[in-house]
């Protein structure tokens, strides 16, 4: 570990040292309210958000719907039962100290009526954690659908990409983010390059039951990464019940159920997707013949009160043919407007197939103490074969207005070729065998874990470009191809071709310890805990220390909380980071680095008289031991190498609540910087001898007089963005609530880039905003017109509901730029084309519920 990173580790552990030190000293006189909750069936429900009103905290029901919370004594409180699909209970309590009391209730489920909104479910207040409801995934109209366009819409996560699920969070890359279903850590296909090939993600909304996101400064119990984590949990189904879903993108089905005596729960999901539709009205044009296709499926079997076995099980197909034929794309200014297009000759095909196969036993052999054994293993067989040739010929358009002309090509810039190749193969295994527990004490809550990870990586990669400008290859020379001592032989470009197989294991695990004190002035949350990890290929031992504190202080008017998180996260290498842009791998890369610091409010008020919540989160993370990258579309490439440090720091702001009565909409919007300096970036400025700087294919004297060589410094990292808003919104039909309208608004400032290869001012400069609006219609033609449901047919009865949907994507029919193709003219000028997204696309869904 650097010197200036061991006196910041040093510095915050003794921070972290004397706040746990000095929690104990805060003096507390609790009761407790204990119960059991139950549907109108009396079956016990799980998962039941338990908490008090304006206070942070709060405790699910367990499987069997029993529950306890510990609440302050001698107060007047708010006991607040809520759980997706019932209506909200409150009840007043007021207990000495010491004192139990039972409340029992039993919820009924909600109808098609608009419910009361409560604020108090949405984010667990005394942590950075914000809840998402699952049921928003299905609303939001998007190309790609489910919870990660939800999460995009979050303040400090971003993403310029509608055909893919990847975001990058406060500066963060793709690969920086955590993922768990059920405490099992998910993972992607390696090859992807580019949306159009990405298919579905694993996360399933229709089989989701909870959704929790931290955006940085997360707690010790979450794995090794930089920036973000996405805690997914799976519905524990008490009945039978099901969906169907149907558009031009694809369609989906689940079937969820249990037996009478709720021994046995199953889960099972389907999705197929196709997403040619969209892909036919972009730029390229081709066959498109993309195909995915998802398999999940959980069962639970409570063999008694104390035992409890699970298998969550996955299959995902991903194939995607493509033989383009043209493209047309104008870029450039006002002053100098070109043209390019391109004539193709070839094909590419991709499949990526994944396996997922989890096995968990849950123990309680007491009342407080839960304790979890997981047996988990992915697997992926992914292929990337094309054989691509494409002739050029670039334009300059005409400009003026009045000429008859106007709009078109008139002079002829450069015409060449290109030949793209590659047959990438690759295979991984990773397996692993994880312990956690947890003891929920009277005054405290405990949680460890620890786990064994084996990973087998068998890649073999075989990938070339050549260039080729009115007839001379590229670079070009003027002497004799096959003389010897010149530089004039055929160069094929970006040539990888190399074969690599890896078997390491891995070695982690965290404890964490969390408490509520109570003081005259308020109420305080502390977190503390700390991670391991040791890494056999690079053999790096790893210590990572966390902690928060939240305040709620006993203001009459003002309900608040102020809350601080701080930590040293670091990040092992996985087999992405390892490889570099020549194919080789680098074992002994070690872990990146980051301390984050992370302060915010989070403030419950009305208006209009309805509630509302406005959070604020400032943080600065510095950042060190980096690994350099380069991204293009949505592929990462890496230099392999610890040779950069830098910094990221903002501030998030989102205020959500009942913009409309009775359903939730939320607007963020996010300020950020992220810089790094890379060492060694170093450049040459040649000047000639009229002390011109010499600029190849540009300058007409390129004689070589003088050179300067200068570093960068800090330079923008490819995910910086200063700007960006997200905008969730949710109308209805005051009269008729079974119309509704779901608003989806996305902008972005533009992302660093600069041509490849670039040294001098890398990523120095801007694509243009990223701007999207995508808007939904909805009608529901079944369900919530008040018909008994012994007027209905057999089959009726035990349909819920169904809604039809049009839906409006890219409603302004913005262009959209995602990344740049790079063509050269014979003098090594370089063009950079922009590839633009999908433009407006209409899409009608159906939806059945039962």
């Known amino acids: 570990m650097p010197g200036k990173t061991a006196s910041y580790f040093r510095l915050l552990f003794i921070i972290l040292i004397q706040i746990f030190v000095a929690g104990s000293l805060f003096a507390q006189d609790l009761a407790e309210v204990y119960g059991k909750i139950t549907d109108t069936g009396n079956q016990p429900v799980p998962s039941v958000n338990i908490a008090l009103a304006g206070q942070p905290g709060g405790t699910v029901t367990k499987a069997d719907g029993s529950y306890s919370l510990k609440v302050p004594a001698n107060r007047d409180l708010t006991l607040l039962i809520t759980f997706v699909g019932f209506n909200p209970e409150k009840v007043k309590i007021n207990l000495s100290n010491g004192e139990r009391k039972e409340v029992n209730r039993r919820l009924s489920e909600s ?61 963060g890359n793709y ?26 993600s694993f996360l399933n909304s229709d089989l989701t039951a909870s959704i929790l996101f931290s955006a940085g400064g997360f707690e010790a119990r979450y794995g090794d990464k930089l920036s973000s984590v996405l805690d997914i949990r799976y519905k524990r189904p008490t009945k039978t019940a099901g969906s169907v879903s149907l558009s031009l993108l694809g369609a989906s089905m689940h079937i969820e159920g249990s037996t009478k005596d709720r021994r046995l729960m199953y889960l099972f999901g389907v999705r197929q997707k196709s997403n040619q539709y969209i892909l036919k009205s972009m730029e390229t ?125 008139t002079e002829t810039r450069d015409i060449g070729t290109y030949l793209d190749h590659a047959r990438n193969y690759l295979d991984a295994t990773v397996s692993s065998i994880e312990h956690r527990g947890t003891f929920a004490g009277t005054a405290s809550t405990t949680m460890w874990g620890i786990k064994f990870q084996h990973e087998i990586i068998a890649d073999r990669l075989n990938e070339w470009s050549m260039n080729d400008s009115a007839g001379f290859t590229l670079p070009t020379h003027p002497e004799v191809p096959g003389q010897p001592g010149n530089q004039s032989d055929i160069v094929v470009q970006e040539v990888v071709k190399t074969r690599i197989d890896l078997s390491s294991n891995r070695f982690s695990g965290f404890l964490q310890k969390s408490w509520e004190p109570e003081s005259r002035t308020g109420k305080w949350g502390i977190s503390l805990g700390a991670r391991w990890n040791y890494w056999d290929l690079n053999k790096q031992f790893l210590f990572s220390p966390r902690g928060s504190v939240s305040y709620k202080p006993d203001w009459k008017d003002t309900d608040i909380v102020f809350r601080f998180s701080t930590g040293l996260y670091y ?155 997200g905008l969730f919104f949710q109308d209805y039909l005051p009269k008729n609530p079974t119309f509704k309208m779901n608003l989806s608004l996305l902008f972005g400032s533009g992302l660093p880039f600069s041509p490849p290869g670039t040294v001098r001012g890398r990523n120095a400069q801007r694509m243009p905003p990223f701007r999207r609006v995508d808007i939904g219609f909805s009608k529901q033609i079944v369900g919530g017109s008040g018909e008994e449901n012994s007027t209905k047919s057999a089959f009726m009865r035990n349909i819920e509901d169904i809604w039809i949907s049009l839906e409006v994507l890219n409603l302004l029919q913005v262009n959209n730029t995602i990344s740049y193709t790079w063509v050269k003219d014979v003098n090594n000028r370089q063009y950079g084309v922009p590839n633009y997204m999908t433009p407006r696309q209409l899409n009608i869904r159906v939806s059945v519920n039962f």
């Open 111 to 171: 109808t098609t009526q608009l419910p009361d909104f409560v604020v108090e479910d949405r984010q667990i207040r005394s942590s950075n954690l914000n809840t998402i409801d699952p049921k928003l995934a299905t609303m939001i109209p998007s190309a790609s659908g489910g919870i990660e366009a939800l999460l995009k819409t979050l303040p400090g996560v971003s993403s310029n990409s509608e055909l893919s699920s990847q975001y990058s969070v406060r500066g």
């Open 175 to 200: 690969d920086e983010n955590l993922v768990y279903v059920n405490d099992i850590e998910i993972y992607k296909p390696f090859l992807v390059r580019s949306g159009q090939q990405e298919g579905l």
């Open 285 to 409: 044009k081709g066959d498109y013949k993309p195909s995915f296709t998802d398999l999940q499926g959980m069962l639970i079997y409570e063999l008694n009160p104390k035992l409890e076995f699970s298998i969550l099980g996955n299959y995902a197909r991903n194939s995607y043919i493509f033989e383009p034929v043209n493209r047309e794309t104008s870029f450039g200014t006002i002053n100098e407007a070109l043209q390019l297009r391109v004539y193709f000759e070839g094909s590419e095909v991709d499949r990526y197939i994944n396996y997922m196969g989890a096995f968990t036993t849950t123990y309680k052999p007491v009342k407080d103490i839960s304790l979890k054994l997981i047996l988990s293993s992915f697997q992926t067989s992914e292929s990337e074969t094309y054989d691509i040739m494409g002739q050029y010929w670039i334009g300059q358009l005409e400009t003026d207005q009045g000429s008859d002309s106007f709009g078109e090509a």
């Open 571 to 725: 990040q092992p290498p996985f087999y992405r980071e390892l490889r570099n842009q020549a194919g080789e791998i680098n074992p002994d890369l070690k872990a990146q680095t980051s301390i984050h610091f992370v302060a915010g409010s989070d403030l419950n008020f009305r208006a209009w008289g309805r509630p509302f919540k406005f959070v604020t989160e400032a943080y600065y993370k510095y950042l060190d031991n980096l690994v350099p990258y380069d991204i293009d579309n949505v592929r990462i490439r890496y230099y392999a190498t610890n040779s950069a440090k830098g910094y990221a720091a903002g501030i998030d702001l989102k205020v959500n609540g009942e913009f409309v009565k009775g359903v939730e909409s939320w607007a963020s919007m996010s300020l950020m910087q992220t810089r790094e300096d890379i060492a060694g970036d170093t450049y040459t400025n040649y000047y000639n001898d009229e002390g011109v700087r010499i600029i190849p294919g540009y300058t007409i004297n390129n004689v070589v007089v003088d050179s300067v060589v200068t570093e960068n410094g800090y330079m923008p990292r490819p995910t910086d963005q200063l700007i960006t808003f």
